[in-house]
């Protein structure tokens, strides 16, 4: 009796602790914390704002091409051939739709309320969405477990990513190289990935925390990937890109809520 009820406890923890995994898609969880979003040795990465976030998931992997094709019906990337390669040429609309449908799928509340090109983003569903920029940069960088590496995962930049100097000009299998301190792989580059936010230049606090709709507002992105130089694959650089516009480098990594 005792063997049942220690098993049915570790049941629920491990429930409560991971969250169903979509198709087999792996979430890791991030304990949030406190820390100055944007900054780097170099200070070439501005602004830095400090950010107080909550606990959370995010996927241990890059979203493939198979994972987005078994939920959309459609492979859209350049980039074919191999096993687990991440899905790129994505708008960030295709993303968003994208963790509607697997909320659905999983009868979870969506995260996202779509209405005439506009998006809506309630932070209380527990459906599936893409990471706010600072949860992306959060996680990358080792969380609480930071360990203060020059790229995500390591000094040595070939060993976690995918970049100019490695890639071939094409992106790779997700999971090849190392992870970060959190578990996560490809954090430091093989495709740039959508974060929910829209991109401002001088952001701040509320800015990077934001959940008030946008329509047709420049998105930031987040990562390097196989096209990048190594001086842009510190976890910490900001980008953006059109929402209704996809790219060879560019995809997702899916965030949920952790309660």
Same mark, same amino acid.
């Given at each position: 009796?005792?063997? #049942?009820? $220690? ?11 991971? @969250? !169903? ?7 890791? @969880? ?16 501005? @602004?830095?704002? !400090? ?13 493939? !091409? ?10 859209? *990337? ?24 697997? =909320? ?45 590496? #020059?790229?995500?995962? =390591? ?11 490695? *890639? ?40 990077? $925390? ?6 047709? *507002? ?9 096209? =990048? =130089? !190594?001086?842009? $694959? ?19 990594? $899916?965030?949920?809520? *952790?309660?």
């Amino acid at each position: 009796m005792k063997t #049942l009820l $220690l098993t049915i406890l570790i049941t629920v923890i491990s429930i409560k602790a991971y @969250p !169903q995994s979509p198709d087999g898609y792996e979430m890791v @969880p991030v304990t949030g914390g406190t820390f100055t979003a944007g900054k780097n040795e170099q200070e070439r990465v501005k @602004p830095t704002v !400090q950010v107080t976030l909550p606990d959370f998931f995010i996927g241990k992997y890059e979203v493939t !091409q198979e994972f987005w094709e078994s939920v959309m019906g459609k492979n859209p *990337s350049k980039f074919t051939g191999e096993k687990n390669l991440p899905v790129e040429k994505v708008t960030w609309y295709d993303a968003v739709e994208f963790c509607n449908r697997l =909320s659905e799928k999983y009868n979870l509340e969506k995260a996202y309320s779509i209405k005439e090109g506009i998006v809506s983003f309630n932070p209380a569903a527990n459906g599936y969405r893409l990471p706010r920029e600072a949860e992306w940069e959060f996680a990358a960088t080792g969380g609480t477990q930071r360990k203060n590496y #020059l790229f995500p995962g =390591s000094n040595k930049v070939g060993e976690v990513a995918w970049y100019k100097e490695n *890639s071939g000009d094409k992106t790779h299998p997700v999971g090849l190289k190392l992870p970060n301190e959190l578990g996560l792989y490809d954090m430091a580059g093989n495709v740039r990935e959508w974060c929910w936010d829209f991109y401002s230049e001088n952001a701040t606090e509320a800015d990077i $925390l934001t959940e008030a709709p946008f329509v047709l *507002s420049e998105r930031v992105t987040r990562g390097g990937n196989w096209m =990048s =130089s !190594q001086a842009i $694959l510190n976890g910490r650089d900001r980008s953006y890109d059109n929402p209704t516009i996809g790219a060879w480098n560019l995809g997702l990594r $899916l965030a949920r809520n *952790s309660k």
